[in-house]
């Protein structure tokens, strides 16, 4: 049991160059999530997934799209990166039971140059 | 007004210290409320769910005040490996499941 699962665990980017972060879980979740965490700004939501083939724009959407490819894969993609999205990127799944827990990703730590 | 809102920290404390964390929250038709732990470099991880009859776990306990607006995490006989950043997580009634993230208090514990 892996948990979530996220690649790569790092990355360096130029500014204009597009890219997709990997995100699966094996814990048949229903939800995903996408999240950004950066210095003194916190876990800020980018998108979400309540189900398979639903997605919904969270707190910071603009600059990213997602894809939720099956009930396992969620995907996150930047079309045209710039310097404001060098970020640490997480994914996260709930479990959707009474204790309503996320379980998270490792993180890919994203530089755009 | 932030929606929710922590200590920031750093808290610095020697082994075997009783440390406090509090976390206000605005909107008051939040229904769940949680305490994660996050390791330098690390991902968030849930440490406890917050109940409204308050509930512990071998040395943290987590307390709930619904009228107040506020939960705290008490940790008690700290030890080195506690040192981390708490986050304190709320869920809105009526927000499909997303969650509210504090920004974290940051928790040293010194030998």
């Known amino acids: 049991n892996a948990g979530v699962t996220q690649t790569p665990k790092f990355q360096v980017l130029k500014t204009g160059q597009s890219m997709t972060l990997q995100c699966a879980q094996d814990?048949?979740?229903?939800?995903m999530y996408w999240y950004r965490q950066d210095p003194g700004m916190g876990l800020r939501l980018i998108y979400y997934?309540?189900?398979?083939?639903?997605?919904d724009k969270g707190e910071v959407p603009n600059g990213y799209n997602v894809s939720r490819l099956n009930k396992r894969e969620f995907s996150l993609r930047l079309e045209s990166a710039a310097p404001s999205q060098t970020s640490v990127y997480f994914c996260a799944s709930r479990d959707g039971t009474s204790t309503d827990t996320q379980y998270f990703g490792p993180g890919t730590r994203l530089t755009v140059l | 007004r932030k929606e929710v809102e922590q200590d920031p920290g750093p808290f610095n404390v020697p082994e075997g210290a009783t440390v406090a964390f509090n976390c206000t929250y605005s909107n008051s038709a939040s229904q769940s409320f949680f305490w994660y732990r996050q390791d330098c470099r690390k991902e968030p991880k849930l440490l406890m769910s917050v109940y409204s009859s308050g509930n512990e776990d071998g040395r943290f306990t987590a307390q709930l005040n619904r009228a107040s607006q506020y939960i705290s995490l008490l940790i008690r006989d700290s030890k080195l490996s506690d040192s981390a950043t708490y986050l304190c997580?709320?869920?809105?009634?009526?927000?499909?499941?997303?969650?509210?993230w504090g920004l974290g208090t940051s928790l040293a514990v010194n030998p």
């Open positions: 997580v709320v869920n809105y009634a009526g927000n499909n499941r997303k969650l509210i």
């Open positions: 814990m048949n979740h229903n939800s």
């Open positions: 997934s309540a189900s398979e083939g639903t997605t």
